[in-house]
């Protein structure tokens, strides 16, 4: 496992971080016992960063890790958390100080944790990046040293690229995989200039870039692949990448023939994000041990070549660009 340095942070992460909300809700269902075993397999085949959320599983994800971490005692990893999807209804003026505060301690109370690494706005409106106060407050709670950093989790590029204007922000999170390769261009070569850290969710586009998916796969009716398929409970981008299942399916067979020898295709996915140097860690999510083995090996495969990259950047711009590139 390769290392990344975190932006500004001073710490350095593993390319191939933990992403938690697959077992906290909204993947099916994840018995504890998978969770917890996925976690520590996750972290035996050196993962150093997990990522989390306040919501997921309304603190079910944040209380497991916390049972890992308190099993493996020793150093802990990088743990980013996040913070806003708590409101009732999505509003700037939900970002007080006091609900800010109330969030964190919770998290600090989950985590059992003295102080969070990272804390990060989960996918505001986008009218709070106009709204400086909201970082001021963010600030504040650095000073009172419950956070030792913060950044974002953003929907659209034009989010990300406003966020970095502001200097606390020391992180963004955005959707990036072969489907979604817009970040690519313009906020790629920004967050580099601002040492700001990028974190690549959505790695296996709700995995569809696994290669597993058929038209008539079921999924479970606790699962955001089937309930938000259309954008019916959050932003259809975090569904599939927002990509229409079934054209999604018909790109992936252009992609399968590129995927060579014994590798998976989403080993193969998550090596593509890894080729662009503007990424700190990808997160791909895992609900039992197999999974996080197979997601932490993908930082093992040789770089892919140029004409590799060319290939899936031209099924991007003819099958799927169409369909997310402008919208986020």
Not at 55 to 61: I, K, L, Q
Not at 63 to 70: C, S, Y
Not at 280 to 292: F, H, K, L, T, Y
Not at 294 to 320: C, F, G, H, R
Request: charged content about 25%; hydrophobic content about 40%; aromatic content about 10%.
């Amino acid at each position: 496992m390769q290392s990344r340095k975190f932006g500004r942070t001073g710490r350095s992460v593993s390319e191939i971080g933990f992403g938690a909300w697959a077992i906290g809700a909204a993947w099916g269902e994840v018995n504890d016992d998978d969770a917890v075993a996925a976690l520590h397999a996750a972290l035996d085949a050196g993962v150093t960063f997990l990522d989390t959320a306040d919501v997921y599983g309304d603190g079910r994800s944040e209380k497991l890790i916390a049972r890992v971490m308190k099993e493996r005692g020793g150093e802990r990893p990088f743990i980013a958390t996040k913070a806003g999807r708590r409101l009732p209804k999505q509003t700037v003026e939900g970002y007080s100080l006091e609900n800010l505060t109330g969030w964190i301690d919770r998290s600090l109370k989950y985590l059992e944790a003295d102080t969070l690494d990272l804390v990060q706005l989960h996918c505001p409106p986008t009218d709070l990046y106009y709204h400086p106060e909201v970082f001021e407050r963010l600030d504040r709670l650095v000073e009172q040293g419950k956070i030792r950093n913060y950044g974002v989790s953003v929907e659209r590029v034009e989010e990300a690229l406003k966020a970095m204007q502001y200097p606390g922000v020391v992180s963004v999170q955005i959707i990036f995989n072969a489907f979604r390769q817009r970040p690519a261009e313009l906020f790629f070569a920004e967050a580099k200039k601002n040492d700001v850290a990028i974190i690549a969710r959505v790695p296996l586009a709700s995995g569809l870039l696994s290669g597993k998916f058929k038209a008539d796969t079921k999924f479970e009716t606790t699962d955001h692949r089937l309930f938000n398929r259309n954008g019916e409970a959050f932003d259809v981008g975090e569904t599939f990448s927002g990509v229409p299942y079934e054209v999604g399916l018909a790109a992936v067979e252009k992609i399968r023939p590129l995927v060579s020898g014994d590798t998976t295709m989403a080993k193969f996915a998550l090596r593509w994000i890894l080729m662009f140097d503007a990424v700190s860690v990808v997160i791909p999510g895992a609900r039992n041990p197999a999974q996080a083995v197979s997601n932490a090996e993908a930082a093992e495969l040789a770089p892919l070549s140029n004409e590799m990259m060319a290939k899936v950047k031209a099924i991007y711009d003819q099958d799927i660009k169409p369909y997310v590139h402008q919208r986020w």
